[in-house]
């Protein structure tokens, strides 16, 4: 009986680390991310973002996914257009 009781807890808890991760990318702007307001993201400045800085996804993933022009940071316009769902961790944007 226990594993009855464990697994829908279990998928609670996961579905709930997913909407706390979604509404965490869904908060995050190009303004917001830009903290030294210089046109663009850094690494530094996205390994700040709640979501990374919590350990929900990792900023080498995310500028993987972002930098689309592999300059090593990612630009408003790349923000605005990067991959959106669970792979690019574009959501909300």
């Not at 279990?10 to 869904?26: V, Y």
């Not at 530094?44 to 996914?65: H, Q, S």
């Not at 592999?70 to 990067?82: C, P």
Request: a negative charge.
């Amino acid at each position: 009986m226990k594993k009855l009781i464990l697994a829908p807890a279990g998928l609670l808890m996961a579905f709930a680390a997913q909407f706390a991760l979604a509404q965490g990318m869904a908060a995050m702007t190009f303004a917001g991310l830009d903290t030294d307001s210089d046109g663009a993201i850094s690494a530094e400045e996205l390994a700040a973002a709640p979501p990374v800085a919590n350990g929900f996804v990792e900023a080498d993933a995310l500028m993987t996914a972002w930098d689309s022009d592999g300059n090593g940071s990612v630009s408003e316009e790349e923000f605005d257009n990067r991959p959106q769902g669970m792979g690019g961790m574009g959501m909300g944007g």
